[in-house]
């Protein structure tokens, strides 16, 4: 009974959703749905420079577009909105081209005042805290028009990753120009609503309200006029919220669901039970696609007792990541063996940390950790808890509660910690507190999280975030979400000068993987997070009605469909015969 | 026709076995519902005793067997059939099913138990007063459940367990209870103000006897297997509330409760992958739950109440 009043409630749900749909009779093989894991707090607000869901229900996959889409394949940049970007001799000037007869949805032309203007609305507004923003902003000394078509960005310091760093869709987003005869009407950038939105894609905004988002082609796109590509196939797209695994797995099962958010591995063997047309991203197991954010146990080094870096570092030795990997990821992962995400160009990376003997170490050291608490003068009390001057050593882990992989991961850490002789506890928080107020402003002890993601061919991105210059105290935001772990001190100092010395160098440069090493040491030896596993997204994909998902046959690029990389999946997809 | 006893007085026409029923509510306490509830509630209390003493507890925490194990005899959907090391098989984060039941089943009661107890204390306290105190005292408790009870307790519950974070078994408790006291309140001031002008209590009056005195050792008596009918249903709907704050993830952390079995196995689509289980053990269980509560419910309602005794 229970499940059939799911079902009901799932199709209730999506017929609500797809309301309009009918009135407006786009058919259901026209439409794409796609899942999205969050409610969307304000749907009339499409300022993506300030905090909230305002990007990855359609506006930045579908609406705006990128100036480069970074290929996970090849480690190119695809050129989108741009055609080209060149430094000068020691990177710390960029020429951009930006490709002839793009226009904005409302019919004027897409050109470098666009770009200019956006970039100097960001420099002089900090309260647009978006990430991409905020690394502009410190980046991007000057910016100047050229000609129509060419922007000149310079630099405050020589950056050889400028151009992927910004402008390439590496991780979730890049930075998006806004229209210049829109925003340059407004009083304040941080407070406008920009609704509603136009954007150069092929599709506009049709409909919004807090669990969907819909979007309808725009037959009169300029790509397709300039021959850039074929309009895409799906008339309409619809990014809908599921609400949980169970949902989204009835939903995709059923056909009511095109592309689902991740799901576990027994539930994805379960939709294919009943859907064979759901694909993941390998034809077998574990089918899903390496995610590079890497999971880690952020440490907030500024509370006491883990102010401390042997407590820190005993944390460390209880952790048995193969656990973490059988219980909440069930085998479909692997453990980490350092920060970085195990992708052929990091290999380099990866070997040097090991070699140096800095990697984690594969199976736990309880004993370790047990001596070095100890050490700082905890006794074991009678109820199996550490405790100094009459206090139990104990610690709260905050956790996302938007995922079970993340709440079950820490629900096997705080398990392994309480066996070890700490009180642990999972404090779980909404999705929109966890990133609004728990992470950026340091109210943690411990947290899930995996903010050494950014490195997918090159070391320095992940590495930088972890510098002396990102530390602000607890109650601030920190910049970009960096350093949240505010690690500070003689080896967070070692660790920056060294990483800073990377910032300058080419990304082939062969003293790198040395360099990343003798870092690393000071890393471990701080723990400011502590790697935990590799992340892997089972992301089902159903081909009933679409077929040209990414998958690793077809990897035109990855298929994390909440990223603005996204525009290459949906011009891929064909109508299914 | 009428038929002989063993004292030989005359009796109306009655069967054998009408007339050993008769016999049975000689003492009213010996109710076959009555006997019925307390033998299932009484049997959740047992397992969870037993099964402290014969299973291994440990296999509550999470990772400490495989995952997903269906019950012995059956198969899950990979083919995986059940080990006797798990007889009621396992869920998504490698729990045993029995340990969680053995020590989750007695702790959703447990909440309800006392839940209701701080509750009905309260309760019993505030109804008599304002039943037998009457005036200002009266109209304040009056005026205070009359606004209480309009408020709807799942709400405010939720917006407070949600501000604390994990809570205990007992913090729980004491939460619901804050929402439990109205209603015995109103329902006990009703009864003392009509017994309050019956004869023994004027009475005891005239002799002297303290307000305390008369409210609790007099009154209160005759209440008892009408504050046990009460008690019962606060317990029921005690356990009702914290199971549904429990399904919504709002219950203890690592404390097993059934409840929280139930969130869990939703949260991680246990209805599509089958592992009928996972949510099916918690849910039969509650059901024998409120089934013995209410049968306990009925039986003092026929204790109470003679004209509900039928023959």
Known sequence: MTLTRRTLLASTMLLTAMGPAFAQDVAREDTVIFDLDRTIKDPENFNWFTAGTKREHGAHQAMWEPLFILNYTTGELDPWLATAITPNDDFSEWTMTLREGVEWSDGEAFNADDVVFTVNMVKGNEELSAREAAVVRTQVASVEKIDDLTVKFTLSEPNPRFPTENFGVRIFGSFLPMPEHVWSEV???????????????PYTYASGATNRMIWDRNDDWWGAKTGFRDLPEPQRLIWLETGGEESRAQLMATNQLDAAQNVSIGTFEAIRFQNPNVIGWFADYPYAWPDPCARQLEINTTVAPWDSAEMRQAVAAIINRNQIVNVAAEGATTASRTMFTEYGAMQ???????EAGHGVPAQPDV???????????YTMGSDGFYEKDGEELSVDIHVNSASTEYTRTIDVIVEQLTRAGIKAKAVPVENGVFWGEVLPFGSYEMSYSWLACGSV?????????????????VGERSPGFNNTARWDGPEAEAYTAIVDRMGDMAGDDPALPGMVAEAYGHLAEGVPFIPLVQSAKLLPMNTTYWTGWPTAENAYNHPAFWWGHTHQIIHNLEKAE | MTTQNAAGAAKPDLSARQIRRMKRFDNPWRNPKLTWGAALILGIVAMGILGRIFWNMDLVFTGSAPLKLPPLGFENLRGQPGQTDFPLGTDGAGRDLLALIVIGAPNSLFVGLLASII????GIFLGFSAGFLGGRTDDTIRILSDVMITIPPLLI???????????SLTLMAILIAAFMWQSPTRLIRAQVLSMRESGYVQMARLSGASTMHIMFREMMPNLVPYLFGSFIANVTTSIVTAVGLEVLGLGPQRIPTLGRIIYEAINSGALIQNLWWWWGLPTILLAVMFIGLLL???????????????L
């Open chain 2, 119 to 122: 509750g009905m204390s309260i």
């Open chain 1, 187 to 201: 009083d304040n950038p941080a407070t406008f609503a920009f609704y509603p939105p136009i954007g150069t894609g």
């Open chain 1, 457 to 473: 061919n090159e070391p320095w991105t992940s590495m930088s975030r972890y510098t002396t210059a990102s530390v602000v105290p």
């Open chain 1, 367 to 377: 004993e370790a950790a047990k001596a070095l608490i100890e050490g700082q003068g």
């Open chain 2, 157 to 167: 519950l939720v917006v407070f367990q949600a501000a604390f974070g994990d809570v």
């Open chain 1, 348 to 354: 380099p990376y990866i070997d040097a940390v090991i």
């Open chain 2, 296 to 310: 306990i419910n009925l039986g003092l309602d026929e204790v109470s109440n003679p004209r509900l005794r039928k």
